[in-house]
Structure formats: structure tokens, C-alpha cells
């Protein structure tokens, strides 16, 4: 395998974007709130609810202090809401756990409730500085290109992480960048729809370029349209809970005019399932 680590170090030294968790001192807990907020969502719409989470609650025993209900709430329409439930949860698990430190060690962080194979090694390696590898959709696209010579990667796998730590330098700090510089490359260049190969740091050793592009297939999953979806209903419904002067609200008049009454129905079923919304004595509210 060609050496991929010294182009990306230096293509990201002198390209990577200023965003708030990577400048020094960013702390454990706001690379793990962070971590949370970008799962499936554009950095531009996180960063300002990143500013105000962290301005609110700025430590792990800051959140557990507060009710879920204020998670959600603060949460807004970053979307996927269970999220807030489960960071909320996180920093409980990091109080009563840890002394409200924020775990080093990626089998505790795995332990924590919402964090899966990504979210521990990125915040062991982002925040700590230790050496793994971090894959997410991004870096997936870029080894799938470069090294398989493939135009889309396939399913998510565990030996996605053993292709990621093929890549990686030997030194502790030259495998944080590399990690961060993959990302930054599927973010910004090697994109799912229109690639950059111009602007490429690894173009002159990606396989798929020099095999012509084939159209290799698409393996990824489709995300269903959120128009007229249960998505969409339960968004509206935590919405209405959400702006409430009240702490509760009748059920009767949660969304009642929205067009579809089995979905509306259906959405506040499925969020009471989900611990997100609280119904008693015919009153829906978030959760205390």
C-alpha cells in the first residue's frame, strides 16, 4: 500500500477548517457533546448549538444536574432527538461513574449509554490523544476509493477499522491528524456525488482514479424522504412540547390538525416508547 499518512498531514495542515473541537483545550466533554451533535447532521447547523450546550452545561455533572426534559429541549431541531436523551444519560453515567471525568479508555466509553465504536476512539483519540482508528462515512468513502479502488464503500464492518489502522503512522499525534485528515478528505473533496480529484492530496495513488472511475455500485443505505414521514410527525409533536409554556400539554391537541391522524398517533406512541415523551392523565410532556 502506497504511504497515505504524509500527504494527508500535509494537505490538512494547511487546509483543515478552524471548528471549535479541534483547538487546543477543547476539553473531553465538549469533543464528546460534539461527537453526538454531528452524528448525520452538517457541521455548519452544529456548531451553534454546540456554543450554547456547552455555555449551559459546561461539565458532565452540569447535564445530569438538569431534568431530560432540558436536554430535549436545548437539543431544538438538530434532529434524531433520542440523542439529547442519550447524551443526557451519558453524563449521568460519567458523574456516577467516573467522578465526572470523561472516560480515556474506548471499552468505558463504550459502556457509556449512545456511544458506539465511532464516538469512543474519536473521543480517546481527539480528545486524549491516543492512537486508533476513527472511521466514519467519510473516511469510509476515502479508503473505498483510494485503496479499494471502489466508486462507494459498502456496508459499514468491523474490518473497516483494520483498514483505517493500515493507514495510520506509527507516532500518537501523526495518527490524530491522519484520522481527522481521511474525514476532512470525504468531507470536503472526495465527496459521494461530485469528487474534487483535482484538489486531491492522494489522487496520483487512489486506485479508483487510475482504474478510470468504474461505477462500482452503490451499497449505502437510503435515508427515507423526512416530507410526510414519522420523522416529521414526531418532530412536530416534540415541537409543540418543546415550546410549551405549560410543562404539559393536552394529547388531544398535539398536532391535531396534522393530515394523517394514524401517523400523528403513531408518532406519539413511538416517542413514548422512547422515553421522550411522558403521557399521564391524557397530558403529553417531555420527560422529567
Not at 449505502?220 to 415550546?243: K, N, W
Not at 408518532?267 to 411522558?278: M, Y
Request: charged content about 25%; overall charge neutral; glycine content about 6%.
Amino acid at each position: 500500500m502506497p504511504d497515505l499518512a504524509a500527504p494527508l498531514i500535509a494537505w490538512y495542515r494547511d487546509t483543515a477548517r478552524d471548528l471549535p473541537w479541534r483547538r487546543a483545550g477543547f476539553g473531553a466533554w465538549g469533543v464528546l457533546v460534539s461527537e453526538f451533535m454531528l452524528q448525520q447532521t452538517p457541521v455548519a447547523r452544529v456548531v451553534p448549538h454546540l456554543t450554547a450546550w456547552l455555555d449551559r452545561w459546561p461539565q458532565p455533572a452540569d447535564l445530569a444536574a438538569a431534568a431530560p426534559a432540558e436536554a430535549v429541549r436545548q437539543w431544538a431541531n438538530l434532529g434524531y432527538p433520542r440523542r439529547a436523551l442519550w447524551l443526557h444519560r451519558a453524563a449521568v453515567q460519567i458523574r456516577d461513574r467516573h467522578a465526572g471525568v470523561v472516560p480515556a479508555d474506548v471499552d468505558a466509553l463504550l459502556a457509556l449509554t449512545g456511544i458506539g465504536d465511532y464516538t469512543a476512539r474519536a473521543v480517546a483519540v481527539f480528545a486524549y490523544g491516543q492512537r486508533h482508528p476513527v472511521v466514519d462515512t467519510n473516511t469510509r468513502r476515502v479508503l473505498a476509493r483510494v485503496v479499494d479502488g471502489r466508486s462507494q464503500p459498502g456496508a459499514p464492518a468491523k474490518r473497516d477499522l483494520a483498514a483505517m489502522a493500515a493507514v495510520l503512522p506509527v507516532d500518537d499525534a501523526d495518527a490524530a491528524i491522519v484520522n481527522a485528515a481521511a474525514m476532512e478528505l470525504g468531507a470536503l473533496v472526495c465527496t459521494a456525488r461530485v469528487p474534487r480529484c483535482a484538489a486531491c492530496p492522494l489522487a496520483e495513488v487512489c486506485a479508483w482514479r487510475a482504474a478510470g472511475y468504474p461505477d462500482t455500485g452503490d451499497e449505502r443505505r437510503r435515508q427515507a424522504r423526512y416530507e410526510g414521514s414519522d420523522r416529521q410527525a414526531r418532530g412536530a409533536v416534540l415541537r409543540v412540547l418543546r415550546d410549551a409554556t405549560a410543562h404539559a400539554v393536552a394529547a388531544d391537541g398535539v398536532i391535531a390538525d396534522w393530515p394523517d391522524q394514524r401517523q400523528r398517533d403513531r408518532a406519539i406512541d413511538s416517542l413514548i416508547a422512547d422515553g421522550l415523551v411522558e403521557a399521564s392523565d391524557g397530558m403529553l410532556a417531555l420527560p422529567r
